[in-house]
């Protein structure tokens, strides 16, 4: 039974491990399309179109910047959430972003990188962190290794309990 645990835990840890990879790299893209690490290439274009394509999910509102198919999805061509789009219109300049070699570029201020998608990513890190913690107390728990407890005084000093002193 003791196999199975370690086992368990080791692929738990694996796994846990790989989405902080996972997310931690995308946290880091990010900040880089945003600005606030290297790793982005900002490029300035003129805006030749736009258009909504309706979905599912909603409306997708898309921008281009050279004559490509508006149709598909190219490496001239971004969405961006309602109030950008109404508020940008073709013969503009618009700032992009592209991430090393990416061929697709990012609005710096666009969906990839609003502030809900911070939050929810950095969210999401806290919570793999946090179970990361959650699998190193479970191993070091059933190795049989206990935090060290003092008794603190009002003072800030650590007890004597009952040590001669």
Known sequence: MRIVRIIATSFCALALT????????????????????????LREHVLTGKRIEQTER?????????????????????????????QIHP???????????EPYPYKPDGIYTSPSNFAFVIGLLALEV?????????????????????????????AQDGVGG
């Open 130 to 158: 946090l179970g990361g913690f959650c699998i190193v107390s479970a191993i070091l728990k059933s190795r049989g290794v206990q935090p060290s407890r003092h008794r603190i005084e009002s003072t800030g000093a650590r």
């Open 91 to 101: 013969g503009d300049k618009v700032t992009m972003a592209y991430y090393k070699s």
């Open 18 to 41: 790989s989405l902080m990879l996972v997310t931690g790299t995308r946290l880091y893209k990010m900040a880089a399309i945003r600005g606030w690490v290297s790793g982005a290439t």
């Open 58 to 86: 909603g409306p997708v509102y898309w921008i281009r910047w050279h004559e490509a198919d508006p149709a598909r999805r190219s490496a001239f061509q971004d969405n961006l959430d309602s109030e950008q789009w109404e």
